[in-house]
Each structure stands twice: as C-alpha cells, then as structure tokens.
C-alpha cells in the first residue's frame, strides 16, 4: 500500500517542524522523522488504528504519535495523510472546515 499526504497535512507536518525547531531545535529533526515515519508504517497495518466517525466529515481512522494526531483514510492501494493535528486542538471543527471546503 501506498502512502499519500494531502495537503494540509504537508502543511501541518511544515508548521510542526517550525514549532519544535523554534522551541527546542535539537530535537525538531529527529521528531520530524519518526512523525514521517509513523505515517509510512501506517500503510503496514491501515486498519490497526482506531475508526473514528465525525459527524460532518465521516469515517477515518486515528493514529496518536507522541501529542499529534495523525488523521487518514484509505481505499484499496492508498492511505491518505488528510491531517496531523496537536491533540489539544479542537480537531473535529478542524476537519468539519476542511470537509466544507473541499465538496
């Protein structure tokens, strides 16, 4: 299986390594890459993460690295990246605005 990112998940992943390299830059690259990381091996075992349904914008999974939550979708041969947001963020209007946006 392949992985894709959307994006606004290659936004978030650039917004994440801003942040940490802002606040402790020894450690953004490393971060960085097991995000990175964490997303590819999701194409290893797509369904072995929790299924969320929202109300506004269906059904997804959920991965939690460290406080991020990494937000997919998968069909046959693609899990999709659609967002990877800080869990103290109101994640759920998060992904409403986007859905709204993209239909």
Known sequence: ???A???SAR???TAIGRYILEHNPSR???FLDE????CLEIADMPEAFARIHLTRVGAMRRRV????LIFYQTDQTTVTIVRILHGARNYERILARQAKRNF
């Open 28 to 30: 953004a690259d490393a």
């Open 1 to 3: 299986m392949k992985v």
């Open 35 to 38: 995000l990175l990381q964490c």
């Open 11 to 13: 936004a978030d992943l």
């Open 65 to 68: 690295f460290d406080r991020y």
């Open 5 to 7: 990112f959307t994006r």
